[in-house]
């Protein structure tokens, strides 16, 4: 017998490290499933008493019988429950694509403004409910779920979670156990998963959230959901940031970034790599700021990448001066290419004594709309969280700024 995880996400298998789920499961045999493209370094970085295997690389969306139904059911339940958020998806897009023809940029929103009445028109009818249905169905009966039943069976797999569904291999994974009766439990991450990067929710035994907020906000977006199926248990990803003895000590630190540990210490953490095109120009405009001794007591800047762009030579700063670091620094592999996602998972959980020490002192954190609002909080750390764009004319739907009208950001601006 077997218990078997999805881990499509990079930063997925540090939840089971943080969970110890291999010594809380002894005696049951734990099967890991990761990215394929990621398999090696999640090798190398394995958890005592997990296996690593390969999900399936498959994508709903390529698929020419999928692709509508998944399409249908994903934007009725957005274009309802969450039209805010994916009003700043359709602008992005239509911004992104006629970024140099007003024209035809009003005429891509005049369209997605339609589209939005449309499905929203249709999730007030209940539709997301039973198109979700239906994608099922049809995901059930694609050959993908053939090869998981096959793979599960392989393993005499008992129960299945997903720790990742914002990834897109896992649907498929969750739905063939479903076909197949076993029990079934997903994992959600954190509340950004639920209002902008899930695509599918398959029906499950148990869902596990951190918060009460994120509890109240899967119910509101899937009423369909029964209430006990849903569990506040904490984020296994935060578990280690209060105890000094997974982190660097302060000398460590600063003697690896190669700063002045009796300097106040600015950390800005970088998005996701791509996602803001002209973040680059903000993080330099701190930098400059330091060279220019503009900011009090003298504080010093490390720059953070993106724990996505570990370990490829994604740009986040264009000059470095004395009292600015750049760490990890870039490496020689492209992002997103074959030699980069092969070890960015290892990079990842490599870096956790790193970050948790970034964490711990610094003096101010600065980013735009991250997740590291909640780590920073959890050590008591000020917060600033960038609400301009250089150059200052960047078009609305390529600001920053679209950032916070996003659900999963406004409860945690509100709360000050």
């Known amino acids: 017998m077997s218990i078997v995880i999805g881990c499509d996400s990079f930063l997925a298998l540090r939840n089971v ?34 296996e690593i295997d390969c999900l399936f690389d498959f994508d709903a969306r390529k698929d020419a019988g999928l692709k509508p139904l998944l399409d249908r059911a994903y934007l009725a339940r957005k274009c309802y429950y969450d039209p805010v958020t994916i009003w700043q998806e359709f602008k992005l897009s239509s911004y992104r694509d006629n970024p140099h023809n007003p024209l035809r940029r009003t005429a891509s929103l005049g369209r997605a403004g339609l589209r939005l009445a ?8 209940g539709r997301a409910q039973m198109w979700r249905r239906d994608f099922a169905a049809a995901l059930q009966q694609h050959s993908i779920a053939d ?20 990834g897109l291999r896992e649907m498929a994974l969750l739905e063939a156990a479903r076909k197949l009766g076993l029990r079934t439990a997903v ?50 990803q935060f578990d280690h940031h209060l105890a000094p003895q997974y982190r660097l000590t302060r000398d460590e630190f600063f003697r690896t970034i190669k700063l002045d540990p009796a300097r106040p210490l600015i950390v800005y953490t970088s ?41 490829s030579s994604y740009p986040v700063l264009k000059q470095t001066y004395p009292g600015v670091s750049v760490f990890p620094p870039p490496a020689d592999a492209p992002y997103n290419s074959p030699e980069h996602e092969a070890h960015v998972v290892k990079l990842i959980l490599e870096d956790e004594p790193m970050h948790l020490a970034a964490l711990a002192y610094q003096d101010v954190q600065v980013n735009i709309s991250g997740t590291m609002m909640v780590d920073s909080a959890i050590l008591d750390k000020p917060i600033v969280a960038v609400h301009y764009d250089i150059p200052a ?13 996003r659900s999963d950001i406004r409860p945690i601006i509100a709360t000050g």
């Open 17 to 50: 490290r943080n969970g110890n789920l291999g010594e809380h499961l002894a005696g049951e045999r734990v099967v890991v499933l990761v990215d394929p493209h990621q398999h090696e370094g999640s090798l190398d970085a394995a958890p005592p008493g997990v």
């Open 118 to 125: 449309t499905y929203w028109a249709a999730g007030r009818r």
């Open 147 to 166: 090869q998981y039943a096959d793979l599960l069976r392989r393993v005499n797999a008992q129960v299945v979670a997903a720790f990742s569904l914002e």
């Open 187 to 236: 994992m959600i991450r954190s509340l950004d998963n639920l209002s902008a990067k899930i695509q599918h929710l398959p029906d499950a035994d148990a869902y596990i959230v951190w918060a009460d907020k994120t509890r109240d906000f899967l119910l509101y977006m899937y009423p369909e959901i029964a209430p006990e199926r849903v569990h506040v248990t904490g984020s296994p």
């Open 271 to 311: 998005a996701t790599p791509t996602l803001i095109q002209h973040e680059i120009d903000i993080v330099q405009h701190l930098a400059d700021a330091v060279r220019d001794g503009k900011f009090v007591r003298g504080a010093q800047l490390l720059v953070r990448q993106h724990p996505r762009g570990f370990g």
């Open 393 to 405: 004319d960047t078009l609305a739907g390529l600001s920053v700024k679209r950032f916070y009208r």
